[in-house]
T-cell receptor
Framework: EAGVVQSPRYKIIEKKQPVAFWCNPI?????LYWYLQNLGQGPELLIR????????DSQLPKDRFSAERLKGVDSTLKIQPAELGDSAVYLC?????????????FGPGTRLTVL | AQSVTQPDIHITVSEGASLELRCNYS??????LFWYVQSPGQGLQLLLK??????LVQGIKGFEAEFKRSQSSFNLRKPSVHWSDAAEYFC????????????FGAGTRLAVHP
């Protein structure tokens, strides 16, 4: 069974440019998470989807970040415009549903460098 | 608020030596606790989890962890470390009412000497 797929794996852009990350969760997983991982830190939740509904986006900086999960499968996270401080790894994870004891399966992440 | 502290940023051990990675949590009720491992360029992989019951939890790759409520700790252990265990290790606690929302510690980077 394929795991969580993310692309691109690496992205280098100049500040003020837009950037988008794509995530394909494990087949059948209804819950999808986007995490931000700064260098030397643990992941921090940005947004969580139950199917196509964003049910927890309290940590998403909405002035420049947006996300969507059309049709409740793939998801895209966008930053516009990017700032130097956005350089980090963006992780996507999925779980079968929102049940509290379900394991979250993580993708390899997208490493963003903003110059 | 729930939080997780991993006091050791970096640990180095010799191959074959025993390992203990520390994790302390702040939580009002019985926590759900997790240990994840992240190899370079890879996503996080679940090593083990504690929800209830036996306080000594067995995981994959020969790891185990012990939940100690009196110390608010959930330390990860392995009796004999292999070179392939070199990675970053994250402890996490599930947030109450958060429907599987995880709070992660800052991680401990493990280096293994031959």
């Amino acid at each position: 069974e394929a795991g969580v797929v993310q692309s691109p794996r690496y992205k280098i852009i100049e500040k003020k440019q837009p950037v988008a990350f794509w995530c394909n969760p494990i087949s059948g997983h209804n819950t999808l998470y986007w995490y931000l991982q700064n260098l030397g830190q643990g992941p921090e939740l940005l947004i969580r989807y139950e199917n196509e509904e964003a049910v927890d986006d309290s940590q998403l900086p909405k002035d420049r970040f947006s996300a969507e999960r059309l049709k409740g499968v793939d998801s895209t996270l966008k930053i516009q415009p990017a700032e130097l401080g956005d350089s980090a790894v963006y992780l996507c994870a999925s779980s079968p549903d929102r049940a509290q004891n379900n394991e979250q399966f993580f993708g390899p992440g997208t490493r963003l460098t903003v110059l | 608020a729930q939080s997780v502290t991993q006091p050791d940023i970096h640990i180095t051990v010799s191959e074959g030596a025993s390992l203990e990675l520390r994790c302390n949590y702040s939580y009002g009720a019985t926590p759900y606790l997790f240990w994840y491992v992240q190899s370079p360029g890879q996503g996080l992989q679940l090593l083990l989890k504690y929800f209830s019951g036996d306080t000594l939890v067995q995981g994959i790759k020969g790891f185990e962890a012990e939940f100690k409520r009196s110390q608010s700790s959930f330390n990860l252990r392995k009796p004999s470390v292999h070179w392939s265990d070199a990675a970053e290790y994250f402890c996490a606690v599930r947030v109450s009412g958060g429907y599987n929302k995880l709070i992660f510690g800052a991680g401990t980077r493990l280096a293994v000497h031959p």
